[in-house]
């Protein structure tokens, strides 16, 4: 009834990680239950205008209350592992002090309930969902969010350090910092220039400290997870590879420099310009770089498209479209591929092409893990009751393929998540974007596997098959 995926399974080894990943603003919903806080989301989602439809996180899939039908259709599915993420508004619902024993226990029930489906933990810590008490503080543009994630870190290790696997610190610091602190696109909404440099530092400092204590609490594996960007410029014209070079600083190296390299990125003063020189209060310290560059079990990496880039004079007619940290630079649109309903461009190749970069330019890169890839489609549920969504399967499929192809080049790949196991709140785009390889109906939170849940059952059950002689 379902496409076969057996033909175009590629030859992952043995012991390579299958799974699905989801976050929990996303999904969670029972945002004032059991003493939860208010996150930036929280706030944020109710301003209006911020989020389409003035969609909030409010509800979104009630996963608190239907997580056990939610790790049901991952043992269906046959997953090794399962990516979500802990809201610290739930465990410190002020960002420091006390501990909400209720909202602990809920991830407590959710790791059991996995462990007891044979479904191996990967928690992230930080998946954008700040507590507002924090942000009211000065958010990731002061160090002290920094100090206080890491307390956190180490009650959830204490907590659940004996069950979860694989603990991440945060997802995307580039959209916590240049999304919420510079476009102002995502929470908290702010346009500022050194705001948002302070934060991408934070959350750097953040993450380092956050290692440190997962460290002294014994933790089994401990990552990060990036969203580096393939950049590709729209012409070979000088000023269009200059302008790639700024991005690159921007998506790429502004993280990967300090983490793989123990360095500031090269080409900072020349893309930051006199927002870095006019730093008039540092908030870099010495001994940062040695802290966040500590060595990690693995790194998680989201990919999803390439960006084309050309040069954008600072006479560019649309400065409203510019967003704190300008860095004249302006997305092309490609007229030669496919678009999901992200306006996304699908271009397969890129995965392979960015993944082998990467390994080529960091040696001491660690393990790479993809902790998210996917597609949003215009999903319908046809006459009989079915999403035949395949569309998404092929994106699944040429992407698996290209993962396939950078590990015959060499790169270290140890496991892969698709985004996302259910359909969800996508953030400023609302309720009006589906990534989920299960559909969910929000009038009813009815669950149904579309097509490419099938289909992604199938492969890893053909990858089982084919590695049990
Ligand atoms: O939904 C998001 C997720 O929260 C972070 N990575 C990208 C996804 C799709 O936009």
Redesign the pocket.
């Known amino acids: 009834m379902h496409e076969s995926p057996e033909s175009a399974l590629p030859g992952f080894p043995d012991d390579f990680l299958f799974g699905a990943a989801t976050?929990g603003y996303?999904i969670e919903g029972a945002h004032d239950e059991d003493g939860r806080g208010p996150s930036i989301w929280d706030t944020f989602s109710r301003e209006p205008g911020r989020v389409a439809h003035g969609a909030t996180g409010d509800v979104a899939c009630d996963h608190y209350h239907r997580y056990r039908e939610d790790v049901g259709l991952l043992r269906e599915l046959g997953v090794d592992s399962y990516r979500f993420s802990i809201a610290w508004p739930r465990v410190q619902p002020a960002g420091g002090g006390p501990v909400n024993t209720p909202g602990v226990d809920f991830y407590d029930r959710l790791v059991d309930e996995l462990l007891a489906a044979g479904i191996s933990p990967a928690a992230t810590l930080y998946?954008?969902d700040l507590p507002q008490a924090l942000e009211d503080r000065g958010g990731w543009r002061v160090r002290e969010t920094a100090e206080r994630f890491a307390e956190y870190t180490a009650i959830m290790a204490d907590r659940l350090g004996d069950r979860v696997d694989r603990w991440i610190t945060l997802?995307?610091p580039y959209?916590s910092a240049f999304v919420g602190y510079a476009a102002g696109g995502h929470a908290p909404g702010a346009r500022e220039g050194r705001g948002a440099l302070a934060a991408a530092h934070h959350l750097l400092v953040g993450h380092g400290l956050a290692v440190r204590a997962l460290r002294a609490a014994g933790a089994r594996q401990v990552g990060i997870t990036l969203?580096p960007d393939r950049l590709l410029p729209a012409t070979e014209s000088p000023a269009d590879l200059d302008a790639v070079r700024r991005a690159e600083t921007l998506h790429n190296d502004t993280w990967f420099e300090p983490l793989f390299a123990g360095r500031y990125p090269q080409h900072e003063a020349e893309t930051w310009g006199e927002l870095l020189e006019s730093a008039d209060e540092p908030y870099r310290r010495e001994g940062d770089l040695a802290l966040i560059a500590a060595p990690l079990d693995f790194v998680g990496i989201?990919y999803?498209r390439p960006i084309t880039v050309a040069d954008a004079p600072y006479e560019d007619p649309d400065p409203a479209s510019r967003t704190a940290v300008d860095i004249r630079v302006r997305e092309t649109w490609r007229d030669d591929v496919r678009h999901t309903t992200?306006g996304w461009p699908v271009v397969p190749h890129t995965f392979t092409d960015l993944l082998v970069d990467l390994a080529k330019r960091y040696p001491t890169l660690p393990p790479v893990l993809i902790t998210?890839n996917g597609s949003?489609e215009a999903d319908t549920v046809d006459a009989e009751g079915r999403v035949r969504d395949t569309d998404r399967i092929e994106y699944l499929r040429t992407h698996l393929e290209a993962l396939a192809a950078a590990m015959r080049a060499g790169v270290d790949v140890r496991g892969y998540y698709v985004?996302?196991l259910l359909d969800?709140f996508?953030?400023a785009r609302g309720y009006d974007?589906r990534?989920g390889i299960v559909r969910v109906d929000y009038a009813t939170q009815q669950r149904i596997p579309k097509d490419s849940y099938h289909w992604y059952r199938q492969l890893i059950a053909a990858h089982r098959a084919h590695r049990q002689p």
């Open positions: 976050a996303q998946h954008w997802n995307e959209c969203n989201n999803y992200m998210e949003a985004w996302s969800n996508e953030w974007q990534f």
